[in-house]
T-cell receptor, first 114, second 115 residues
Framework: NAGVTQTPKFQVLKTGQSMTLQCAQDMNHEYMSWYRQDPGMGLRLIHYSVGAGITDQGEVPNGYNVSRSTTEDFPLRLLSAAPSQTSVYFC?????????????FGPGTRLTVT | AQKITQTQPGMFVQEKEAVTLDCTYDTSDPSYGLFWYKQPSSGEMIFLIYQGSYDQQNATEGRYSLNFQKARKSANLVISASQLGDSAMYFCAMREGRDDYKLSFGAGTTVTVRA
């Protein structure tokens, strides 16, 4: 199993550009999440999904869209990039909502918006 | 209000010694879980240990143990016999209710192990 994969690893955008961060998992996990990591702030939840066709907002959803058309894929779209979206983005998946199931994280995408 | 507080931004520990990383949490939900993750300089997030709010005993996983003090709302991570490979950032995280896929993270503690 490849686990959770993310592409690209690095990306530089200009303000106002749009792009999609890709996330895929091959573990048949129902639950997937997107986090951003900023210095001194830990990880913050952007959006999450509890299954194909079902998504919801996390703590910091503004400026981001998600969709979940398949169990495997959970892309994150930046509609109009802003310098405040410079961050490291992590996708995660987990098997179950039952307590104790760990979230498996992808390797991250480092995004810089100039 | 901050749900997870990690007050130690950075710590140094001598190889083979134990180190305790502090984590306090804030929730009114009686059902919650606490996780610790390790993030080495390479950037990936590695799951270390989990403690559920109803667990009677403190969790242990190899050299990692969780000192869970429910009344004080603290969940400190203890790393015994530190190794050079333990140098990393460590994050405490919490899920509330039954939603394991929604975690709140602390700001992290950087641990540097000295030879």
């Amino acid at each position: 199993n490849a686990g959770v994969t993310q592409t690209p690893k690095f990306q530089v955008l200009k303000t106002g550009q749009s792009m999609t961060l890709q996330c895929a998992q091959d573990m048949n996990h129902e639950y997937m999440s997107w986090y951003r990591q900023d210095p001194g702030m830990g990880l913050r939840l952007i959006h999450y999904s509890v299954g194909a066709g079902i998504t919801d907002q996390g703590e910091v959803p503004n400026g981001y869209n998600v969709s979940r058309s398949t169990t495997e894929d959970f892309p994150l779209r930046l509609l109009s990039a802003a310098p405040s979206q410079t961050s490291v983005y992590f996708c995660a998946s987990s098997l179950s909502s039952r307590e104790g199931y760990e979230q498996y994280f992808g390797p991250g995408t480092r995004l810089t918006v100039t | 209000a901050q749900k997870i507080t990690q007050t130690q931004p950075g710590m140094f520990v001598q190889e083979k010694e134990a180190v305790t990383l502090d984590c306090t949490y804030d929730t009114s939900d009686p059902s919650y879980g606490l996780f610790w993750y390790k993030q080495p300089s390479s950037g990936e997030m590695i799951f270390l240990i989990y403690q559920g709010s109803y667990d009677q005993q403190n969790a242990t996983e190899g050299r990692y143990s969780l000192n869970f003090q429910k009344a004080r709302k603290s969940a400190n991570l203890v790393i015994s016999a530190s190794q050079l490979g333990d140098s990393a950032m460590y994050f405490c995280a919490m899920r509330e209710g039954r939603d394991d896929y929604k975690l709140s993270f602390g700001a992290g503690t950087t641990v540097t192990v000295r030879a």
